[in-house]
């Protein structure tokens, strides 16, 4: 697993845009091809695409000659595709960066949720679900749920590619042991409904 220590990259591994592009290069692609995989136009994703080149998240891998045009082969590296965590100086140093790139993947899915539940349906238009419940459970059951929970979601991503793992706090054995009310919010949308 890669341990971030950039800023700029964690920004960008946190990017919605950045980490659908990352995403569809897992083979060697052009922007145009990007811009259709995504819906966009092509024009809105150079800088992006560059953005990432230069962070060493995407590499290019060919150039094709099409008449008068060049296309570009873009491919994400290896340090792109692995499994990632913040690293703890990282999120000491710029815990309020991370926390806005968290708050930006947050908010639109609220924003939609918001919408949807001022429409006044039983189900939705859109796809977004708000699951919260509130146990009280010991710090080893709450060790055990976080950690059934983390696969779950990692073997989905995995598949995808690529996920990012924040690791636990280290409990003492009395917390362990302390019953304590846990607050689970899991908020789910699709991010072109909420764009």
């Known amino acids: 697993m890669k341990k971030i220590d950039d800023i700029e990259i964690a920004k960008m591994m946190l990017d919605v845009r950045k980490r659908s592009i990352i995403d569809i290069a897992s083979k060697p692609v052009t922007v145009s091809q990007i811009a259709e995989e995504l819906n966009e136009k092509q024009s809105r994703l150079y800088y992006h695409v560059k953005k990432l080149e230069e962070a060493g998240l995407l590499e290019l891998v060919e150039t094709r000659q099409q008449g008068n045009l060049i296309e570009k082969y873009y491919q994400r590296t290896k340090v792109a595709g692995e499994r990632f965590e913040l690293d703890e100086a990282l999120l000491r140093e710029h815990h309020d960066s991370v926390m806005e790139e968290i708050m930006k993947l947050l908010e639109p899915g609220l924003k939609l949720l918001q919408s949807e539940l001022k429409q006044g349906k039983s189900d939705f238009d ?23 929970m983390m696969r779950s979601i990692r073997e989905e991503s995995e598949q995808q590619g690529s996920f990012e793992d924040y690791s ?28």
């Open 126 to 148: 859109k796809q977004v679900n708000l699951m919260i419940s509130l146990p009280t459970l010991t710090g080893r059951e709450w060790e055990t749920s976080h950690d059934r």
């Open 168 to 195: 636990l706090p280290k409990l003492s054995e009395e917390d362990r042991n302390k019953k304590s009310k846990y607050a689970y919010i899991m908020l789910s949308y699709r991010v072109e409904d909420a764009q």
